[in-house]
């Protein structure tokens, strides 16, 4: 099990720099080169950003993306959301079928008690908070 996957650090990198340089328009070839990250995954995952609108792109000589949201509300747990689905700390999955147990299970209610903490430390960090 991954907190984090790749898809999604990629993204919180991206949008760290973009809103490291202000209101500035940062180009796929600069995120590129200072993030070391590989353009298909990065074009992929901007335009993501751009579609979910935490990014606003700009096309054409100069283009590139800036953020659409202030760094102070854009939230690692969103970011998070955005790539990976609500986060699950365990399916209760059993051969690829639901646990008969997950009502009733002791283990069930005390991971659910660990995945609502992890959920709300998550929504306390922000972009702005990752830029300190």
């Known amino acids: 099990m991954k907190l984090i ?4 650090d990629y993204a919180v990198r991206a949008v760290c720099f973009i809103a490291k340089c202000k209101k500035k328009i940062i180009s796929v070839s ?4 200072e993030l070391k990250i590989p353009r298909p995954f990065l074009r ?3 335009q993501v950003l751009n579609k ?7 096309k054409g000589q100069g283009g590139g993306f800036q953020l659409n949201v202030a760094a102070n509300k854009i939230f690692l747990v969103d970011l998070i959301v955005i790539f990976q689905g609500p986060l699950k700390l ?3 999955f059993f051969k690829k079928l639901r646990c008969p147990n997950i009502n009733s299970c002791s283990l069930r209610k005390k991971i659910e008690g660990i995945e609502n903490y992890v959920v ?3 929504k306390t960090i922000t972009i702005n908070s990752l830029l300190k």
């Open 44 to 46: 992929k995952i901007l």
């Open 90 to 92: 365990n399916e209760c």
């Open 30 to 33: 600069e995120l590129v080169k």
């Open 5 to 8: 996957t790749r898809d999604t």
């Open 120 to 122: 709300r430390e998550l």
């Open 52 to 58: 979910k609108g935490i990014l606003k792109s700009h």
